[in-house]
């Protein structure tokens, strides 16, 4: 059995026997499983596996949550990449406004640097606000903006993209030349794939993405994942 048909297997056997219990989400967002069942989620803020280093607030379970609209584009684009043996791997989409109000406040701690050798290890803790790694906003608070990447649908293995998620650095630019030729290629495969189906990209960030046209664009929510 592959790593495909097994993450399927496993999200239709919880959805039906109910192992989770889920709050009532504003009007228009939905939990993506519920519209992509086999889909890859690691909410890296519901972890310390992240550059704060440490579970962010606002994230109280596992669960991917977004916009219905950008679910539903999510959807074709994990189907598109099924045909090729690809899926979709999330780290986040909605983010609730505390958790942004929790990278502030860490932030501002320019004594903690707990995990800086892995995630920000040549720019200065208090030039991550200036080089627009940290903000004061997010448009994940607005709930269609989403980190993904791809992976092997037979491992689960994600394809070498040059630089690790959530990397504070050139690295991560989308269009940053000093990588092999692969890596290069595996991202403009994520690009491709994303744009096709009308989420526009963060230029710093390989793995950032906004669905164009989204239904709050101007609204930043603060329920939390749960």
């Known amino acids: 059995m592959n790593y495909k048909t097994l993450t399927y297997l496993v999200c239709v056997l919880m959805f039906v026997f109910g ?4 709050q009532i989400l504003p009007d228009g967002f939905v939990y993506v499983k519920s519209i992509i069942p086999d889909l890859d989620v690691e909410l890296r803020y ?8 440490d579970t962010i607030d606002g994230y ?13 584009k999510l959807k074709l684009i994990q189907e598109e990449l099924q045909q090729q043996n690809l899926c979709l791997r999330v780290y986040d989409g909605y983010r609730p406004q505390r958790a942004v109000n929790h990278f502030i406040r860490w932030a501002r701690d320019l004594n903690d640097t707990l995990n800086k050798s892995q995630f920000y290890p040549d720019v200065a803790k208090r030039n991550l606000f200036k080089e627009e790694y940290i903000a004061s906003r997010s448009g994940h608070s607005r709930g269609s903006t989403i980190d993904l990447t791809i992976i092997c649908g037979e491992t689960g293995e994600p394809l070498d993209m040059g630089s690790p998620y959530d990397f504070f650095g050139q690295q991560s630019w989308v ?13 403009q495969l994520l690009q491709i794939v994303m744009l096709k189906h009308n989420f526009r990209n963060y230029p710093k960030e390989w793995w950032h993405f906004t669905l164009r046209w989204e239904p709050f664009p101007k609204t930043y929510f603060d329920f939390e994942v749960e």
Do not use: C, D, P
């Not at 519901?46 to 280093?53: P, W, Y």
């Not at 269009?175 to 991202?187: C, D, M, S, T």
């Open 19 to 22: 192992f989770t219990e889920r």
């Open 60 to 72: 109280r379970t596992n669960e991917l949550i977004l916009t219905k609209a950008a679910a539903q």
């Open 175 to 187: 269009n940053y030349e000093a990588i092999e030729e692969h890596q290069k290629k595996n991202r």
């Open 46 to 53: 519901f972890s310390a596996n992240n550059f704060v280093g």
